[in-house]
Nanobody, 121 residues
Framework: QVQLVESGGGLVQAGGSLRLSCAAS????????MGWFRQAPGKEREFVGR??????FSSNSMKGRFTISRDNAKNTVYLQMNSLTPEDTAVYYC????????????????WGQGTQVTVSS
């Protein structure tokens, strides 16, 4: 099993930046693909991006603003968010799967509790 803890959320003005972190423990971190998802009030959970040990993929709607990176030595995955807008306001979750190509919520076995990101206008 894998335990995941997100951190780094908060309140930021439009145009600002945040870096979220997800620390993993329990199983071997490098064997899992890590995904980032977000859920805004009244909306479905949305795929943001994923990172395996050697491959990173981001949602087309966020490419150029959001960047995923991974530090296997620290068992941590990051989500760098730039040029934030109020539409980015959501709870951001990290998740883990052994299906390295998956962008589907149902394929992710383990989930963190989420961290709130609020972007003011």
């Amino acid at each position: 099993q894998v335990q995941l803890v997100e951190s780094g959320g908060g309140l930021v003005q439009a145009g600002g930046s945040l870096r979220l972190s997800c620390a993993a423990s329990g199983d071997t971190f490098s064997t899992y693909t890590m995904g980032w998802f977000r859920q805004a009030p009244g909306k479905e959970r949305e795929f943001v991006g994923r990172s395996s040990w050697s491959n990173t993929f981001s949602s087309n709607s966020m490419k150029g603003r959001f960047t995923i990176s991974r530090d296997n030595a620290k068992n941590t995955v990051y989500l760098q968010m730039n040029s934030l807008t109020p539409e980015d306001t959501a709870v951001y979750y990290c998740a883990a799967t052994r299906n390295w190509r998956s962008i589907l919520t149902s394929d992710y076995e383990y989930w963190g509790q989420g961290t709130q990101v609020t972007v003011s206008s």
